[in-house]
């Protein structure tokens, strides 16, 4: 490599490590990337550091209040509703991950192909997205719960499917205003291949822009995956989501009013911190569009 | 503004026509059948001949483009077809339902708003620090918060503590109009705030754009109080900006009271669709979500459209296009 390719190398990279000092020098976001770590840590560790065995059932202690010994009470069973909340979030966080990824590697090629393809096929592809975001996520999702049914794969499934559209939009945005660019010209003009432009050079810098809206998708994945779950239509029984004890917790809400409490505060404060921490992601790697 | 108007109107329908393929598709291509829970769930013990029976009758056995010709041909119509579990047309299931839910969805919009409009004036008036922080955590809380947190939130306070109002069920207005207001206050509130929280975020970023333009300066030069400045001058022309925002959730309401009126159990629109998906009443739900997009669709038509009134330079640059 010569020399002037290194120094833009090491620039380049000097600016990628800004970023993420920047990113933590916010207060607001570094908090909110160590509630994410408390919240991800505390459920991947869920069975070497919660408190009970998940389905430790003790009928001396149904429906208690939160105290020092079950921090968040227990349930119908006497089971504690720390552990449940953990184990819970293990479904939640998994479904939003897996889901955020497909929505982000469909969304990405979606918007990339609509993008490249100026005619009817990108025209197509994009009144498509149109059509699917002209409908409020939670009455699509309906849609797609009755068509897929409701299960922990379909609903990967059916979130991926959710949130691609609008992942895809912006992905088309951001990668036709890479195609202004001087280096996209650049590339061209030397004869790189397609397959190197795009992997090797497009796609790298419009990954900043996805990768703060990865962080929001899977806010609104944990938001619409617990909103099915309160319905009944989400993640079934004996499986155990976040979203399933708000519901067991609210069916159960006249004998203990504590108990969907904490499962629905966890939601808010895992929508919350991942909001946050999307919005100033954005702000340090993409501030023009912030 | 002819031509602009035109346009719109083109690709506002055109983008209904693609939603209802959509939906249409996205219920029939993908197998599971609902002549199966029709019949009682199990499709072991059933004769086919039965099963056949009532494909022919919901009109399951003719060709997908037919059926979809056949839908389409009816809504357009006024017919909007029968449901496929009870028997009754849907306009009659739609009638019953959609007070409780245009009630909910009014007030939640009217409080969603009480909150946002005067909160993002006073703090542009009152610029404190403090409050402007509040506003910000609230937003941001009230943008995390699902709707149903809230509600279970506000029916342990004010139903199960404090006993002042009712948590559950539905009052016709038309029967007992106080009686019905107060049964439909804490699901509204709920509702209003999730409402309320993504328009005074917009507001106060539009509000912060509006600040620096020079005729604020004009204004404030010419000695006008700061109430009157905000009021006057920040408010109109930062009201603009939130209009799309506005549309677009005045366009989702029927998606948020999904979940609201399970949580107060009012039987409204949002409980008959989430009804029609555990029984696979395909009938019903197409043509509710059909109805849904449309009322979406036309709300952000009806919003681009108020752009041209409210600021008449896009009529003219608009109508060069």
Request: glycine share 8%; hydrophobic share 55%; aromatic share 8%.
């Amino acid at each position: 490599m010569s020399a002037a390719g290194a120094t833009i190398e090491l620039a380049l990279d000097r600016r990628r490590r800004n970023a993420f000092i920047r990113l933590v020098r916010r207060p607001p976001a570094a908090l909110a990337a160590g509630v994410v770590l408390v919240l991800v840590v505390g459920a991947a560790a869920a069975p070497l550091v919660a408190p009970y065995k998940p389905n430790a059932i003790n009928f001396t202690h149904l429906f208690a209040p939160p105290s020092a010994t079950h921090l968040f009470g227990t349930d119908e069973l006497g089971r504690d509703l720390l552990t449940r909340v953990m184990y819970g979030g293990r479904t939640s966080l998994e479904i939003a991950a897996a889901a955020t990824l497909i929505s982000m590697i469909a969304g990405t090629l979606w918007g990339f192909v609509a993008a490249f393809r100026k005619g009817w096929v990108g025209e197509t592809l994009m009144r498509i997205a149109d059509a699917a975001m002209g409908m409020p996520v939670i009455l699509l999702g309906l849609v797609l719960v009755a068509a897929f049914g409701a299960s922990t794969t379909s609903l990967i499934v059916i979130l991926g499917c959710l949130f691609a559209p609008a992942t895809a939009r912006l992905a088309r945005s951001s990668l036709l205003s890479e195609l202004q660019s001087d280096y996209y010209l650049a590339a061209v003009s030397v004869g790189a291949s397609a397959r190197r432009i795009v992997l090797g050079e497009l796609l790298p810098n419009t990954l900043p822009v996805l990768l703060a809206r990865a962080t929001l998708v899977a806010a609104d994945a944990i938001f619409v995956e617990a909103s099915l779950s309160f319905v009944g239509l989400g993640v079934q029984p004996p499986g155990t989501s976040w979203g399933t004890l708000l519901q067991a917790g609210y069916t159960n809400l006249y004998r203990s009013y504590w108990y969907p409490i904490f499962p629905g505060l966890v939601i808010l404060v895992a929508v919350l911190a991942l909001n946050i921490l999307g919005d100033n992601l954005q702000r340090v790697l993409d501030p023009a569009r912030a | 503004m002819l031509r602009y108007l035109v346009k719109r109107l083109v690709t506002s329908v055109f983008l209904l026509v693609l939603s209802s393929i959509l939906i249409f598709l996205l219920l029939r291509v993908i197998p599971g059948d609902p002549t199966i829970t029709k019949l009682g769930g199990s499709i072991k013990n059933v004769n086919p001949r039965a099963i056949e029976a009532i494909r022919h009758q919901l009109g399951l056995d003719r060709s997908l483009p037919s059926q979809y010709v056949h839908w389409v041909g009816g809504v357009l119509h006024g017919n909007f077809g029968r449901s496929y579990f009870s028997q009754f047309p849907v306009t009659t299931l739609v009638s019953e339902r959609i007070g409780a839910t245009l009630e909910l969805t009014i007030l939640a919009m009217l409080i969603g708003l009480l909150i946002s409009v005067p909160g993002a004036a006073i703090g542009a008036i009152w610029r404190n620090r403090w409050f402007d922080a509040f506003l910000s955590g609230f937003t941001a809380i009230g943008v995390a918060t699902p709707a149903f947190v809230t509600g279970i939130i506000l029916i342990v306070i004010f139903g199960l503590k404090l006993k002042l109002l009712p948590t559950q069920g539905y009052v016709s207005f038309a029967n007992h109009p106080f009686v019905s207001l107060k049964t439909a206050l804490l699901p509204a509130i709920t509702l209003g705030i999730a409402v309320a929280a993504p328009i005074l975020r917009i507001l106060r970023a539009s509000i912060t754009d509006v600040e620096t333009a020079p005729f604020i300066r004009t204004a404030e030069g010419k000695g006008l109080f700061r109430r009157q400045v905000v009021v006057r001058h920040v408010l109109p022309n930062a009201a603009i900006p939130a209009l799309t925002t506005v549309g677009v959730i005045v366009g989702s309401l029927l998606g948020g009271a999904v979940v609201v009126e399970y949580v107060f159990a009012r039987p409204g629109l949002g409980t008959l669709m989430v009804d029609s998906v555990f029984q696979r009443d395909y009938g019903v739900l197409q043509t509710l979500v059909l109805l849904a997009a449309a009322a979406f669709i036309f709300t952000s038509l009806v919003v681009d459209l108020l752009y041209g009134v409210v600021d008449p330079r896009l009529r003219t640059v608009r109508g060069d296009e």
